[in-house]
Antibody
Framework: QMQLQESGPGLVEPSETLALTCNVSGGSISTSYYYWAWVRQPPGKGLEWIGSIFYRGSTYNNPSLASRVTMSVDTSTNQFSLRLTSVTAADTAVYYC???????????????WGRGTMVIVSS | IVLPQSPGTLSVSPGARVTLSCRASQATNSRSIAWYQQKPGQAPRLLIHGASTRATGIPDRFSGSGSGTDFTLTIDRLEPEDVAVYYCQQYGNSPMYSFGQGTKLEIK
């Protein structure tokens, strides 16, 4: 049974870069059935999709964050990663990784989620 | 696309039927609509995709319907464990995934 687990620093200083990794266990990240997504949720607020990446490296991003976001996949370690540059307090949120059953045209939803990791941006 | 959900908060007795609404700001393909449940302190869980198809393992108390701009999540025979925030989601515009602001469901 596949599981996702986020990891990374819980505290990032303003203007620095937030870097998170999602470890995929119980199955291969190198599958044509899924993209792999990042979603965040500020405290007490709703969900915001950040972007999704295919195991071959193709991505699609939320335009509101695209200039600051880099996503990557490491098939040798079965992990995918998120980097968000020039962070501010507004980037404080729980960050989730998720399995994305879409193909760029149609979607069957984000059908498996990690537990999430809280990232606080503060000096 | 903007996805306002209504009501913002709902308080319902156990055993009741609940109807949650999601109204898209423009007509959308029903295949692009999904619903998620987020219990307190937990990650979201996919309930419905394609507006009406239950995700794997979701009990048949949960059902989705709708077309065009109006979509509905119905929960039959409400149980205390259904306390959660429910989000609708649309796929395919910019951004690719958009979420509604959520409906908070409470048990009386």
């Amino acid at each position: 049974q596949m599981q996702l687990q986020e990891s990374g620093p819980g505290l990032v200083e303003p203007s620095e870069t937030l870097a998170l990794t999602c470890n995929v266990s119980g199955g291969s990240i190198s599958t044509s059935y899924y993209y792999w997504a990042w979603v965040r949720q500020p405290p007490g607020k709703g969900l915001e999709w950040i972007g999704s990446i295919f195991y071959r490296g193709s991505t699609y991003n939320n335009p509101s964050l695209a200039s600051r976001v880099t996503m990557s996949v490491d098939t040798s370690t079965n992990q995918f990663s998120l980097r968000l540059t020039s962070v501010t307090a507004a980037d404080t949120a729980v960050y989730y990784c998720a399995r994305d059953r879409s193909d760029g045209y149609n979607s069957e939803g984000l059908n498996l989620w990690g537990r999430g990791t809280m990232v606080i941006v503060s000096s | 696309i903007v996805l306002p959900q209504s009501p913002g908060t709902l308080s319902v007795s156990p055993g009741a039927r609940v109807t949650l609404s999601c109204r898209a700001s423009q007509a959308t393909n029903s295949r692009s609509i999904a619903w998620y449940q987020q219990k307190p302190g937990q990650a979201p869980r996919l309930l419905i995709h394609g507006a009406s198809t239950r995700a794997t393992g979701i009990p048949d108390r949960f059902s989705g319907s709708g077309s065009g701009t109006d979509f509905t999540l119905t929960i039959d025979r409400l149980e205390p464990e259904d306390v959660a925030v429910y989000y609708c989601q649309q796929y395919g515009n910019s951004p690719m995934y958009s979420f509604g602001q959520g409906t908070k469901l409470e048990i009386k």
